[in-house]
């Protein structure tokens, strides 16, 4: 189960700062 943990930890990460990208260009108050 680690190791699945770790392999797929990029992939997670990699994901939070699309959907964060994603709520800069929806609102810039998220983002300043």
């Keep these: 189960m680690f ?3 770790v392999r797929f ?3 997670i990460v ?3 700062e699309r ?3 994603d709520l800069c ?3 810039s ?3 300043r």
Aim: charged share 5%.
């Design 3 to 5: 190791y699945l943990a």
């Design 9 to 11: 930890f990029p992939v």
């Design 14 to 16: 990699w994901l939070v």
């Design 19 to 21: 959907l964060h990208v």
């Design 25 to 27: 260009r929806l609102s």
């Design 29 to 31: 108050q998220l983002c």
